[in-house]
């Protein structure tokens, strides 16, 4: 006998598949909503970061303060008039400024994160290459509306290279 049939047409086992089917498939969707709620999170950041890596490459002082919080700390207890300092100083010194950002690990913390990556960066003036650095950044991150602010930064420790 091939099965009990029901009423609707479906045998019990037909039944009983479609409904961990759907059990399934509901999963499913409520997993791909979960990853798509933090996917444009990381993306914004991604984004963000990408922003104040163009701000440096065009010497944008005002665009870099914009990313950065209020209550910024730096290294060595920098605040963010000392990054705006640092960042003029630097700006000063080379004509020209490259920067170069290995992969970036992020991590997701509701409205905070944290992005780890090595940076290159080059200096020169007149076409004439003065310097590079390659160093570890770590930084913090907040979320404020819909835009990613810079709480903290350190980029005093070398690249880790390799």
């Not at 479609?18 to 791909?32: E, N, S």
């Not at 913390?109 to 160093?135: K, Y």
């Not at 819909?146 to 903290?152: A, K, P, R």
């Amino acid at each position: 006998m091939p099965g009990k049939l029901h009423p609707r047409g479906l045998t019990l086992a037909a039944r009983s598949s479609w409904r961990d089917l759907r059990a399934a498939l509901t999963w499913a969707a409520v997993l791909m909503l979960v990853a798509c709620d933090a996917a444009p999170d990381e993306a914004a950041l991604r984004s963000r970061i990408a922003e104040l890596q163009q701000a440096v490459e065009t010497r944008d002082t005002d665009a870099l303060l914009e990313a950065v919080d209020e209550e910024f700390g730096g290294p060595e207890g920098m605040d963010r008039d000392g990054l705006r300092r640092y960042a003029t100083l630097m700006l000063l010194r080379q004509q020209y400024i490259g920067v170069t950002l290995g992969p970036i690990a992020i991590e997701l913390h509701g409205d905070r994160a944290s992005a780890r990556f090595d940076a290159v960066v080059t200096g020169a003036n007149r076409f004439i290459p003065e310097g590079v650095e390659a160093r570890r950044v770590e930084t913090v991150w907040r979320l404020e509306g819909d835009n990613w602010v810079l709480v903290s930064a350190d980029w005093s420790k070398p690249a880790l290279g390799g």
